[in-house]
């Protein structure tokens, strides 16, 4: 005997596909933006200056030394004394943990999926920092790429009123579009694999009635991006 579930499955299933008559994906698209330097340093430049046009700051750091010192130096300037973080495999610098244990900086990679939510979110709700890495950073735009994932959560990006990024040159990407080509490239392995995918230009900001533009409003009002070379 067919069950319930199983004919609605199979009504689904013998629906033809919506659009028969749409055209093919064309293989090459106009780009949005330009970018004539494509070089690291160009699109290290071109990151720079749209970040700061979203009141970000970027601070490029030569090697794995200087990026942690580096980042060390900006959770200090924020007198941070507990940070949120991604799991360390997810953040491109290495011995970056013990950097900031070494400072008497306590490290939070919150979990909310169990039966203590309640417990961590009160636990976690007056860290100064949120410190993550990202998949990419879009230079024309100024835009991180950061997708969930085991390790890779969202509240450190979202929940204290400083959001700290970690990421190497190499994860500079011209365009929006170039991203998602390399995902297409990969059978859209990262979008298929993420419950989330965010694109983050600057700061958290918002608008009023009158249009006065307020930061960390829904979000951290800072941004700031250490890129180690």
Known sequence: MTSSREKILSKLRAVSQPFPDAPP????????T????????GLLARFTLEMERLQGQVFPADSDDDAREKTVELLQTHH?????????????????????????????????????????????RDAQVGLTGVDAAA?????????????????????????????????LVPR??????????????AIRDSANVCFISGPSR??????????????PGQLQVVVRR
Do not use: C
């Not at 491109?92 to 169990?114: H, M, N, Y």
């Open 25 to 32: 994906r064309p293989k090459a698209y106009l780009p949005v």
């Open 34 to 41: 330009d970018q004539d330097d494509l070089s690291p340093d």
């Open 80 to 124: 941070a004394t507990h940070i949120l973080a991604w799991h360390f495999t997810r953040i491109p610098v290495k011995k970056l943990r013990d950097a900031i244990e070494a400072a008497g900086i306590t490290i939070t990679q919150p979990d909310v999926q169990d039966e203590f939510r309640a417990e961590t979110i009160e636990a976690i």
């Open 139 to 171: 230079a024309t735009t100024g835009t991180l790429i950061v997708t969930t994932g085991t390790g890779k959560g969202r509240i450190p990006t979202m929940l204290p009123p400083v959001h700290l990024v970690v990421m190497t040159l190499d994860q």
């Open 176 to 189: 929006l579009e170039d991203w998602v080509a390399q995902e297409r490239a990969q059978n859209l392995k």
């Open 206 to 219: 918002t608008g009023d009635i009158e249009m006065e533009l307020v930061l960390g409003v829904h979000g």
